[in-house]
């Protein structure tokens, strides 16, 4: 099994900054190949934000690109995603998730972290 705790999410102005952290744990952590953030925002379906494989390839929402960066620690199984520049539109529940060699979609998820920017 494979536990991802997250952290860092928070209230912040329009224009803000904030950098969640997501870490793995578990005896099937060596199964992992992508980590990455998604989010669900009220009233609307979950969706991918940023994720990155085991060798660094990142894929971006169009909607965050410019904005957030993403990036990974495979010693620490760990993997970050720092936002700038942050619209209210960006509020939402942001979830850990990580998907096994081999899988199309994630196995693992996190707890969700909340980000909430105020205009």
């Known amino acids: 099994q494979v536990q991802l705790v997250e952290s860092g999410g928070g209230l912040v102005q329009a224009g803000g900054s904030l950098r969640l952290s997501c870490a793995a744990s578990?005896?099937?952590?060596?199964?992992?190949?992508?980590m990455g953030w998604y989010r669900q925002a009220p009233g609307k379906q979950r969706e991918l934000v940023a994720d990155?494989?085991?060798?660094?390839?990142?894929n971006y929402a169009d909607s965050v690109k410019g904005r957030f960066t993403i990036s990974r620690d495979n010693a620490k199984v760990t993997v970050y995603l720092q936002m700038s520049s942050l619209k209210p539109e960006d509020t939402a529940v942001y979830y850990c998730?990580?998907?096994?060699?081999?899988?199309?979609?994630?196995?693992?998820w996190g707890q969700g972290t909340q980000v909430a920017v105020s205009s």
């Open positions: 998730a990580a998907t096994a060699w081999f899988k199309s979609e994630p196995g693992y």
């Open positions: 578990g005896r099937s952590i060596f199964s992992i190949n992508t």
């Open positions: 990155i494989t085991s060798v660094g390839n990142i």
